[in-house]
């Protein structure tokens, strides 16, 4: 948990979110964008398109998002994290327990099910019976992609010029961290 403002020499402008599905990489990252005073972009919303198709556009608008001065962004979807990551200068990830990260995966799966909540470009969970029978049902996908972030420190070490790294292992890590971040200049 370490300064990222004394480590960076200043204060955070392109972050990315990391963590597995469930982890509450979304909800960090809207967190972050408030505190810092950036933009925050919901990755899922630029690769979901109607009927959770890929959107054509999605890599696109990945480089457009990156290209803007400053930017939170969750770090997901293997053809852009290395565009992300080639313009970061913080990656934080929600490394929590699986336990927790279930937790939260399946109590929001069900809550989006039950109130039919639309996500992105018009797209609804699936029933939940579908969990049985989906292979890539979100919480069987938390599943099966628990360990996907386990070489994330090395990832990051091979960058020409590696963002900073700051790894949080639990919610109070989280809570501590946010409220170490600056606030955004007033205005």
Known sequence: MDDVVAH?????????????????KTTLARRVAARLGLPHTEIDALFHGPGWTPRATFLDDVRDVVGQEGFVVEWQYRAARQLLLDEADLVVWLDLPLATT??????????????H???????????LRTVF???????????????SL???PATV????????????????????????LPEPPSR
Do not use: F, K, Y
């Not at 909540?117 to 029933?127: A, I, R």
């Not at 070490?157 to 409220?179: H, I, K, M």
């Open 8 to 24: 960076l020499g200043h204060s955070p402008r392109r972050v990315l979110v990391a963590g597995v599905s469930g982890s509450g």
């Open 117 to 127: 909540e639309v996500l992105w470009n018009g797209n609804v969970e699936p029933p």
């Open 150 to 152: 386990r070489d994330l």
């Open 157 to 180: 070490a091979r960058q020409d010029a590696p963002p900073t790294l700051v790894r949080l292992r639990s919610r109070r890590q989280v809570e501590t961290w946010v409220r170490r």
């Open 102 to 115: 279930m937790r939260q995966v399946v109590t929001r799966t069900v809550r989006r099910a039950w109130r």
């Open 133 to 147: 029978s989906d292979p890539g049902h979100v919480v069987r996908w938390a599943w099966s992609t628990r360990h």
